[in-house]
């Protein structure tokens, strides 16, 4: 599975490279962005907060957004370094796809939809020397989908403010243009 995540996010790279390498540098459409909020669940959620760091990219031909992030959000069932289903923060790796809705002599405003998949479980017998598994082996992960939503503001040629919203976590973002 590793293998195929790696697949995926080449892909993505070389999609959005593409993309960066084809436009106009007079005006600035991509954005950096890292975000920080809360996780959505009930009591069996673990306290680590939930964070992202993505790229987004707005196309100077149309009124498309589209990118891709890498968030520690959600809840994942650890059975590594000798726990038992223990509770601990998932990654989740998503691509982010919308349109400007909104846009005047200060900036533009979009809003998309953010669709991925997220680490549930994590499993492996357990290391009696201290790895994080028997042997040395690499952990069996599984996987669930991930989906939600984000509006961006981005104040013309500086800054990005913006919410990314999934069923696993709210967070603020803030990023700025490049």
């Given amino acids: 599975m590793n293998k195929q995540i790696f697949g995926v996010i080449v892909l993505a790279?070389?999609?959005?490279t593409d993309n960066v390498t084809a436009q106009d540098y007079s005006e600035k459409n991509n954005v950096?962005?890292?975000?920080?909020?809360t996780a959505s669940g009930g009591e069996d959620e673990n306290d680590d907060m939930p964070w992202s760091l993505g790229v987004l990219h707005n196309s100077s031909t149309s009124d498309r957004v589209y990118g891709f992030?890498?968030?520690?959000?959600?809840?994942?069932?650890?059975?590594?370094?000798?726990?038992?289903d223990d509770l601990s923060q998932g990654f989740?790796?998503?691509?982010?796809?919308g349109f400007d809705i909104s846009q005047n002599k200060d900036g533009k405003l979009s809003a998309g939809a953010v669709l991925g998949f997220i680490e549930t479980e994590a499993d492996c017998p357990d290391s009696y020397l201290?790895?994080?598994?028997?042997?040395?082996t690499k952990p069996d992960y599984e996987y669930s989908f991930n989906g939600g939503g984000f509006l961006n503001y981005s104040l013309n040629?500086?800054?990005n403010l913006g919410l990314r919203a999934t069923s696993n976590s709210t967070q603020?973002?803030?990023?700025?243009?490049?």
């Fill in 92 to 97: 989740s790796f998503n691509f982010l796809y």
């Fill in 32 to 37: 950096f962005y890292i975000g920080l909020g």
């Fill in 172 to 178: 603020l973002t803030f990023g700025f243009k490049f």
């Fill in 69 to 84: 992030d890498i968030s520690g959000e959600g809840t994942m069932l650890d059975s590594t370094y000798g726990g038992n």
């Fill in 130 to 136: 201290g790895y994080q598994c028997y042997a040395d």
């Fill in 157 to 159: 040629e500086s800054v």
């Fill in 13 to 16: 790279s070389l999609i959005f």
